[in-house]
């Protein structure tokens, strides 16, 4: 277990925890803004415009299964497991479901010796608009909005320790706390045909909490479906598609 | 394909920014002003006395808490992590050398508080009662129960005795 480092850009270390809803909702709106300009560019190049052609509406099913969620559960001490349904609406539009199931484990944090420990599913659904110009193409270049929402019961513990004035032992358990999250991603991504109907691809997500419930603990850490709060917001996921 | 690279870096340059997100001002104390009544309305005031403040620890030796207060119109008391009630001592002394002592029972409830994996765990608290002796105090109110983060609340308003 290793504790974190990060390297950013700018250094934006608030002197509260908690991120003012003002200032969330203002990059919230600016990344939309880019996402409508770049979107109202590419539509005027024809990218969103409905392709006419012999091509029938209706192009069947994907199912789609995340690996980078599945690496971090292996390898860290969260992740998810996550599959998504998809329907391919003239290779232009693609409705979604995804589902999964996220858990975090970390044990006795060799900084603070906190331990957090949490395993609920979530869902998210939306839709992708493949934005290449030629649609009916191999590979597909895409953007995508989702909302997602999960609820789900953290225990957070701590070895027992000295209070620093009284000397008294403390012990610190929040057990079985119920929470909630409603989220919303705008993602980007790229799908590739490897053989047949599989498909390769991947995706970067932004996400960014609409509402939240911490259960009156002031923050959760990892939340499924959404990943840690004290880290950034941007998501990955690689995910391996088979068309059904 | 240029315009989407663009896009990309945009909203990576954006989002790039990550860190562990602990509070700057991390410590939770019990803010005390010092009071007075003038017309029924509760304005500040100064403690000419010196002022120090003990408690007693688990091991049975007394700790202080508040050393050596002059002309003091607030000061800051910490509240134990998990203690039901907290027991502080109040030591005044004047410029003639003549002290008084007082015993002040903080009752609270005690609230763990997270952040995040990487930051201490803490507790945040929630006043339920005080009470004291009367020897300088005179009372003690509560303004405000809820003890956090914030360092800018005062919590309870004590009024001590005129001479």
Known sequence: ??????????????????????????????????????????????????????????????VSADLVGLAQMQLGDYGQYEAALRLNLHDQYFPIVELGLGRANHQDDEVTHISYKTSAPYFRVGADVNIAKNKHAKNRIYAGLRYGYTSYKVDI??????????????????????????????????????????????SVRYRNRLS??????????????????????????FNVIVDI | MKRLFYLFASLLLMTACSGIDCPIENAVFVNYAVMKSQGGEEVADTLKDTLWVWTRRADGDDTLLFNRGVNVRSFQLPASYQGAQDTLVFLTVDTLQSFLIDTVWLSKEDI???????????????????????????TIIINNSQVTYDSSVKHLYIHFKKK
Request: aromatic content about 14%.
């Open chain 1, 1 to 62: 277990m290793t504790r974190r480092s990060s390297i950013c850009i700018s250094t934006s270390r608030r002197s509260d925890a908690r991120q003012t809803t003002g200032h969330r909702h203002l990059r919230w709106l600016l990344i939309l803004v880019v996402f409508q300009l770049s979107l109202f560019s590419a539509s005027a190049q024809g990218f969103l415009k409905f392709q006419r052609d012999s091509i029938p509406f209706f192009r069947g099913f994907a």
């Open chain 2, 112 to 138: 763990p508080h997270f952040e995040s994996v990487d930051c201490a765990a803490r507790y945040f608290h929630r006043i339920t009662s005080v009470r004291s002796t009367h020897q300088a105090i005179d």
């Open chain 1, 157 to 202: 513990d701590r070895e027992p320790f000295e209070d620093p004035y009284w000397k008294t032992m403390t012990t610190y358990n929040i057990n079985d706390r119920q929470c909630s999250q409603h989220w919303a991603e705008i993602l980007f991504g790229i799908e590739a045909e490897l053989v047949g109907p599989l498909h390769l691809g991947w």
């Open chain 1, 212 to 237: 939240n419930d911490d259960g009156g603990i002031g923050k959760t850490w990892y939340v499924p479906g959404y990943g840690t709060q004290d880290t950034s917001n941007l998501g990955f996921t």
